[in-house]
């Protein structure tokens, strides 16, 4: 994977690509951004242009380099990634012993730490030692989803790259060209929220099933007809994990988002549940334009919310209590 393999993040890429240039790669940086977008492959394609024997600004995907190092048998660049959930006081030490070492075969070292909020704090103040004084051929490339996690001191002294999701727009593009149907490919990208990873990994069915329970909690509220079941349902932590429940507020969401579309008397081709036409156009003439609009800033407002991680049971009783009053 060079560069322009990966979707999405121009940004970002331009400045790797500026910084690989002039020969000013920082030695510590810290690749920030939601999951699935694309963070770790980055910090590879820096590694191999880092390495590389014909380009000095992206991987060439040929040279003896960039293939060792996309089948991990390359000496000097080295992944770290947790161990059960955790990244151990050993796995730096390990690092750091190395990081002082010429590089043996390439022409630097890189370390890149995925999970990098996995760190306990002995590990961190471990890692801190290097980054305060890098020697000149180890870069340490530390990615997360999580930048909050990081300790401060880490964080001062890495140069912060910060990833945005894929746009839903190149994510349908992708999925079109993998051969995947124009409502499929519509769907999928609107609830994994600008994570491709998942996009791809994303079972169709099981999506389907989602879709449904999610129209079905829709319908029971603005009907007021067994809303409590469904609060029931939606409250037990065992039912749903996080990230179910926001795909679900993520099609409450387009089905409400929809129903807007239709009382607006909007270009239905934007609709995006087509397949479910007949009941929005039901439903929509059951509610006001009005509760229609504060429901749908209350599911994205729990879906913001998710993301802070604030109490799911919490959020999730206040946003039906909307529809219950
Ligand atoms: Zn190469």
């Known amino acids: 994977m060079a560069f322009q393999n990966i979707l999405g993040n121009r940004r970002v890429k331009t400045i790797l690509s500026k910084a690989l240039q002039r020969n000013r790669v920082p030695h510590s940086?810290?690749?920030?951004?939601?999951?699935?977008?694309?963070?770790?492959?980055?910090?590879?394609?820096?590694?191999?242009?880092?390495?590389?024997?014909?380009?000095?600004?992206?991987?060439?995907?040929?040279?003896?380099?960039?293939?060792?190092?996309?089948?991990?048998?390359?000496?000097?660049?080295?992944?770290?990634?947790p161990q059960k959930d955790v990244i151990k006081i050993e796995q730096m030490r390990l690092l750091k012993s190395t990081a002082y070492l010429k590089p043996m075969v390439g022409k630097k070292r890189v370390f890149i730490i995925s999970d990098a909020e996995k760190m306990r704090e002995e590990a961190s103040n471990s890692l801190l030692k290097i980054l305060e004084e890098p020697p000149s051929f180890s870069h340490i490339f530390l990615c997360t989803n999580n930048p909050y996690l990081i300790l401060p001191t880490i964080k001062s002294r890495c140069q912060v790259l910060s990833f945005a999701p894929?746009?839903?727009?190149?994510?349908?593009?992708?999925?079109?060209?993998?051969?995947?149907?124009?409502?499929?490919?519509?769907?999928?990208?609107?609830?994994?929220?600008?994570?491709?990873?998942?996009?791809?990994?994303?079972?169709?069915?099981?999506?389907?099933?989602?879709?449904?329970?999610?129209?079905?909690?829709l319908f029971a509220l603005i009907k007021k007809e067994n809303a409590s079941v469904f609060l029931k349902e939606f409250s037990s932590s065992r039912f749903l994990g996080r990230q179910e429940i926001e795909q679900i507020f993520e099609l409450l969401s387009s089905f409400c988002r929809d129903i807007?579309?239709?009382?607006?008397?909007?270009?239905?081709?934007?609709?995006?549940?087509?397949?479910?036409?007949?009941?929005?156009?039901?439903?929509?003439?059951?509610?006001?334009?009005?509760?229609?609009?504060?429901?749908?800033?209350?599911?994205?407002?729990?879906?913001?919310?998710?993301?802070?991680?604030?109490?799911?049971?919490?959020?999730?009783?206040?946003?039906?209590?909307?529809?219950?009053?």
Not at 190 to 210: C, F, I, P, S, T
Request: glycine share 4%; proline share 2%.
């Open 29 to 81: 940086l810290l690749f920030v951004g939601p999951e699935g977008v694309g963070k770790m492959e980055t910090a590879l394609v820096v590694a191999k242009a880092l390495n590389c024997l014909q380009k000095f600004d992206d991987s060439c995907e040929e040279c003896t380099s960039c293939v060792a190092i996309n089948k991990k048998n390359f000496p000097d660049v080295m992944e770290v990634s």
């Open 166 to 217: 894929v746009f839903k727009e190149d994510i349908e593009k992708v999925l079109l060209e993998k051969g995947y149907e124009a409502e499929q490919a519509r769907v999928i990208s609107l609830v994994v929220r600008g994570n491709l990873k998942y996009a791809l990994n994303l079972d169709w069915e099981d999506l389907q099933e989602k879709r449904q329970k999610a129209w079905q909690v």
């Open 260 to 325: 807007v579309l239709i009382k607006e008397e909007g270009d239905l081709s934007h609709i995006m549940n087509p397949d479910y036409g007949q009941d929005l156009r039901e439903v929509s003439g059951l509610l006001s334009l009005e509760h229609t609009l504060d429901f749908l800033r209350k599911i994205d407002y729990s879906l913001y919310a998710l993301q802070k991680n604030l109490n799911v049971n919490l959020l999730i009783s206040s946003l039906f209590s909307h529809f219950m009053e």
